[in-house]
């Protein structure tokens, strides 16, 4: 790894390293190991999933380059996916390379950590003589050698609609999971959360559509309130992840408490009032996002409002429902009104 040239051949940046590992010991020796091979840059390490996203948000926020995360599979508060998904779905650490170095040999975290995007899943080795040998292995692959793309442009827009489209995905592994673990319910049921998950990856598909639409075509402030929602909804989404990795969902009104609470900070005024603010730059995309967002909603609250036996439930199924219609007539109403301006002309800072 050689540190990334800074804007106009001003020199070059130190490497930056981030390390995901709960184990003090563990963390300390692959840093002095790496030390001791020649590395000149920054380690910072982090015992739980949510310090590292919250730096790697941070870092990322300021405009630092990462060039490697290393994640241990099983840590206090999660799973190392999430670290790899997180940092998927960012663009400055897009295309950083990501290794997870676990004692887990789970063949089903093996698989999904390389689905989610990680470059090699190394496993740790017993004795810390062999575990020495697996970093220097590491470091010789992925930080002496290793050259990287420059550091693609962050443009706020297009990483928060890689951040939606990565929870949208989490959202159709959360019905999905549900289905299997109602897999005893009447096939009905069964197909409602199947056909959820479908709905869900169809709208991840759906944003990519939106790859010409950029920052400049929305308003700071309402960018910001955009950025706000998205911290809530992914709030949401790892509290219901986490339950969930504690035990499996046993009944229907379990499982219609936990989708509900994935929606609990949704607002459909903000929701709509960036869809019409953005309209001109990609109108059928976002007419598409409208619809196929309302109707997931719908879809969503109707099901379990004619299921579920809990009142309150039913009730917060009803406002879903209703906040699906909400959004269709406010995206209307946004757009009716006068136009707003564009590129260049926009106040960026309104």
Same mark, same amino acid.
């Given at each position: 790894?050689?540190?990334?040239?800074?804007?106009?051949?001003?020199?070059?940046?130190?490497?930056?390293?981030?390390?995901?590992?709960?184990?003090?010991?563990?963390?300390?020796?692959?840093?002095?190991?790496?030390?001791?091979?020649?590395?000149?840059?920054? /380690?910072?390490?982090?015992?739980?999933?949510?310090?590292?996203?919250?730096?790697?948000?941070?870092?990322?926020?300021?405009?630092?380059?990462?060039?490697?995360?290393? /994640?241990?599979?099983?840590?206090?508060?999660?799973?190392?996916?999430?670290?790899?998904?997180?940092?998927?779905?960012?663009?400055?650490?897009?295309?950083?390379?990501?290794?997870?170095?676990?004692?887990?040999?789970?063949?089903?975290?093996?698989?999904?950590?390389?689905?989610?995007?990680?470059?090699?899943?190394?496993?740790?080795?017993?004795?810390? *003589?062999?575990?020495?040998?697996?970093?220097?292995?590491?470091?010789?692959?992925?930080?002496?050698?290793?050259?990287?793309?420059?550091?693609?442009?962050?443009?706020?827009?297009?990483?928060?609609?890689?951040?939606?489209?990565?929870?949208?995905?989490?959202?159709?592994?959360?019905?999905? *999971?549900?289905?299997?673990?109602?897999?005893?319910?009447?096939?009905?049921?069964?197909?409602?959360?199947?056909?959820?998950?479908? *709905?869900?990856?169809?709208?991840?598909?759906?944003?990519?559509?939106?790859?010409?639409?950029?920052?400049?075509?929305?308003?700071?402030?309402?960018?910001?309130?955009?950025?706000?929602?998205?911290?809530?909804?992914?709030?949401?989404?790892?509290?219901?992840?986490?339950?969930?990795?504690?035990?499996?969902?046993? @009944?229907?009104?379990?499982?219609?408490? *936990?989708?509900?609470?994935?929606?609990?900070?949704?607002?459909?005024?903000?929701?709509?009032?960036?869809?019409?603010?953005?309209?001109?730059?990609?109108?059928?995309?976002?007419?598409?996002?409208?619809?196929?967002?309302?109707?997931?909603?719908?879809?969503?609250?109707?099901?379990?409002?004619?299921?579920?036996?809990?009142?309150? @439930?039913?009730?917060?199924?009803?406002?879903?429902?209703?906040?699906?219609?909400?959004?269709?007539?406010?995206?209307?109403?946004?757009?009716?009104?006068?136009?707003?301006?564009?590129?260049?002309?926009?106040?960026?800072?309104?």
């Amino acid at each position: 790894m050689r540190g990334q040239q800074t804007p106009e051949g001003a020199g070059t940046s130190r490497p930056v390293i981030v390390h995901v590992e709960d184990d003090p010991d563990l963390a300390s020796m692959v840093q002095d190991a790496f030390e001791r091979f020649g590395f000149r840059g920054t /380690t910072h390490t982090f015992a739980t999933v949510g310090e590292a996203l919250a730096w790697i948000d941070a870092a990322s926020a300021r405009g630092e380059p990462i060039d490697l995360i290393i /994640t241990d599979m099983r840590l206090p508060d999660g799973l190392g996916l999430e670290v790899v998904r997180h940092a998927r779905h960012r663009r400055p650490t897009s295309r950083t390379p990501i290794l997870v170095l676990s004692g887990d040999p789970d063949p089903q975290h093996v698989e999904s950590a390389y689905s989610l995007g990680a470059n090699a899943f190394v496993a740790k080795s017993g004795s810390r *003589r062999a575990m020495l040998d697996v970093v220097r292995t590491l470091y010789e692959h992925w930080v002496e050698d290793a050259r990287l793309p420059p550091s693609p442009h962050a443009d706020r827009l297009q990483d928060l609609l890689a951040r939606v489209a990565a929870g949208r995905g989490r959202h159709a592994d959360f019905f999905l *999971r549900v289905a299997n673990d109602l897999s005893g319910e009447d096939e009905e049921e069964l197909g409602f959360w199947l056909a959820s998950a479908l *709905r869900e990856a169809n709208l991840a598909n759906l944003l990519s559509f939106l790859r010409n639409v950029t920052e400049r075509d929305l308003s700071n402030g309402l960018l910001l309130a955009l950025e706000a929602l998205e911290r809530g909804l992914e709030h949401d989404l790892d509290e219901v992840e986490r339950l969930m990795q504690r035990a499996p969902i046993s @009944t229907r009104e379990e499982a219609y408490r *936990r989708a509900l609470a994935l929606e609990r900070s949704r607002d459909a005024a903000t929701i709509a009032r960036a869809i019409a603010y953005a309209f001109p730059a990609a109108p059928a995309g976002l007419a598409a996002l409208r619809d196929v967002i309302s109707g997931n909603l719908r879809a969503l609250g109707t099901w379990i409002e004619a299921h579920a036996t809990e009142p309150a @439930t039913r009730e917060r199924a009803a406002q879903i429902t209703r906040d699906a219609g909400q959004l269709e007539d406010l995206v209307r109403a946004e757009i009716a009104r006068e136009p707003r301006p564009r590129g260049g002309d926009r106040l960026i800072g309104a």
